[in-house]
DNA sequence: AGCCTTTCGCTACGGGTCGTAGCGTAAGGG
DNA sequence: CCCTTACGCTACGACCCGTAGCGAAAGGCT
């Protein structure tokens, strides 16, 4: 999974893209992210640090946000979900993983903002969902069939009531996760983990009831 | 609940600033945040705007972020939790209160920015957590002592874990909203909202079983 | 009333960032 | 070898920031 900049019509001929570029580029922005923050990130910095010239970026981004998106969209690569026996202990690894990559500075710095932008800007939300929220929406899908295939949740009845269930407790991790983490600024360590799993898998009885 | 800007070490001599100032660049500062969004607001049109030079804002406010946070929190004073008898009901009248207040353009846009910044700002952490975020997880603490009332939550034991699950429920209510209505951009409806509690208070024993 | 202190509106300013234009050059593809 | 595009570089106007300095206004205090 390589973040592609700017979609372009795929020229046939001339000159081709650096992609040592790019990945400079990108790398300059994470450690822009890191040092700086999101807000004091400029464009002139990034490319000074890629070893680029200005210019070469709004070849490739129309804007920072853009950039950042890109950026940050790598790190969710290494997100994963090991088959570890059972739901419960599945939810709390990959709730673990998410919060730590919400500690690192760059992401932490960087999702809320983009994800601001987003509310005023289309292009730059289905970007975020393409390459980082359809990411992690998989790992819900993933840990729902295999909680299934162990019996430990019914089989599909109503597929739109599994739909529905499934946006539901993506949003629920995901969101908990994240205001934890940078509203409530306090650590996702394994004992609110181990409640936030416990809720979970208790409730996950009464939804499924709900047909 | 009338926000306050910067604290200043009340003088009790000279010319008093003017209450009617305030209001209006809070009001201007709304404004502008509904047709700009947060990332094109600047100080000068929040200035002309609320008819009153850009020295008067700079005076009340160190910058954009404190600015827009006093504006905002205001909203936040209309969130209620009214008894409508069962714990889920209380729920599902808050969520779709809080849903309300975040599908409003001036608070979707300024939100998550402020969050965002507050991530390498700690006096703007704490003015977001003293005027937003507390006001809100006071509604959790009613709504678990009005359902230990009527008898629904066992009664207090551990008060060490009442408040860790006091601060899961809080971070997992307003962490799923948010994410529901900002990230995956989908609405926050009366199905949605039937889902989520059912999944809160069918979850709700299974962490009280945890001690 | 009269003084004192602080705020107010106004103007101006240096510093910084944005995003773009224009140029000559470099690097592949047919 | 030529054609097309990317690249680095410089320069630019536009905008916003945050502050300084000024004279005027508005209350408190005696």
């Known amino acids: 999974m390589c973040s592609r900049p700017t979609p372009r019509p795929a020229p046939r001929t001339g000159r081709p893209r650096s992609a ?43 804007n920072k946000n853009e ?16 088959d570890l026996g059972s739901l419960q202990a599945d939810i709390e690894h990959v709730v673990l993983q998410f919060a730590a990559l919400l500690e690192r500075p760059e992401t932490k710095t960087a999702l809320m903002a983009v ?6 800007d289309v292009p730059l939300r289905e970007r975020i969902r393409a390459s980082i929220v359809e990411r992690q929406k998989r790992l819900v899908l993933d840990g729902r069939r295999r909680a ?23 949003d629920v991790v995901a969101g908990a996760v994240v205001h934890r983490a940078l509203v409530s600024a306090e650590p996702v360590d ?19 009831a709900l047909g």
């Open 67 to 82: 950039l950042v998106v890109d950026a940050v969209a790598v790190l969710f690569d290494e997100l994963e979900l090991p």
């Open 20 to 62: 040592e570029a790019d990945e400079a580029i990108l790398e300059a922005t994470r450690e822009v992210l890191v040092e700086l923050g999101w807000s004091k990130l400029t464009m002139g910095d990034v490319a000074g640090r890629a070893g680029v010239a200005k210019t070469t970026l709004y070849r490739r981004w129309a």
């Open 148 to 170: 299934q295939e162990r019996g430990e949740l019914p089989a599909d009845r109503d597929p739109v009531s599994v739909d529905a269930t499934d946006d539901l407790i993506f």
């Open 115 to 120: 994800v601001a932008e987003s509310t005023r």
């Open 190 to 208: 394994t004992a609110w983990v181990n409640r936030l799993s416990a809720l979970l898998v208790g409730g996950l009885g009464a939804v499924a």
